[in-house]
């Protein structure tokens, strides 16, 4: 699937890039295991994606599509959210770096850098059921300061991540960039990973194994070798190291 289409920011471009960018471009963290630095420069992300046809994690996925939203004039932002984790508390500010658009004078979250998650931009309505191809969200107020994006999953709100409007630089998520590298409390330190949906579910490699999903149906494979893992990475991701 590749765009083609109008370059008008309206609503209905904004949904097919952001489903455009989330079928092509994987969610991974292959340069923080190849001791590659990864650094908060639109011109070095840009060859990354675009002309090594590589994918990222937040600060370069999103962080790029902030460029091609503000390049096509839509009314955008950067702000930073605080992931949820399975203790029940959210990460530190800059965790997750995220997009407000807004169009018509209505708010939409826009992401494209948190793996499986939704395929449409969330529009900032509380409490109200929002449905994209395959999942379910809800976004509503977890105090003065933040809103909460919940995925529903067996007609329950688990939470995904709190986020604020306020505007952000990019300078600003460059210390937790860092973190995300680095530390062995990040999860994106202990395990290779690397994702992208399929036409009927999703790929994903995690640290050796292999697990694609179909419809209903899910096949996980231990990957026994570099050779290997390297086979996979071009068959399924078109990624050549």
Sequence with gaps: MKYSGSREPNLG?????QKCHLVNVPFENLDIHDNI???LSTERIFDKIVNRNRGGFCY?????????????????????????DQNGSYGKEFDHLAIIVSINNTEYLSDVGFGDFT?????????????????????DKW??????VNKIKNAQPQP????????????????????????PESHFTSKRLISLPTENGR???????????????TTETEIKSELEFDTYLLNSFNIEK
């Design 13 to 17: 471009v904004l949904k097919e890039l």
């Design 37 to 39: 630095p990864i650094e």
């Design 60 to 84: 370069e996925l999103n962080g790029l599509f902030y460029e091609l939203l503000v390049a096509l004039n839509f009314d955008v932002k950067r702000v930073s959210a605080r992931v949820y």
């Design 119 to 139: 395929f449409e931009p969330l529009r900032l309505e509380m409490n109200k059921l929002q449905k994209d191809e395959r999942e379910e969200y809800v976004i």
């Design 143 to 148: 105090d003065d300061m933040y809103f909460r």
């Design 160 to 183: 995904v991540y709190i986020f604020s409007l306020i505007g952000r630089e990019f300078r600003e998520f460059k210390e937790m960039c860092v973190y995300h590298q680095t530390s």
């Design 203 to 217: 790929i994903t490699i995690t640290g050796n194994q292999l697990k694609i999903t179909e419809l209903e149906f």
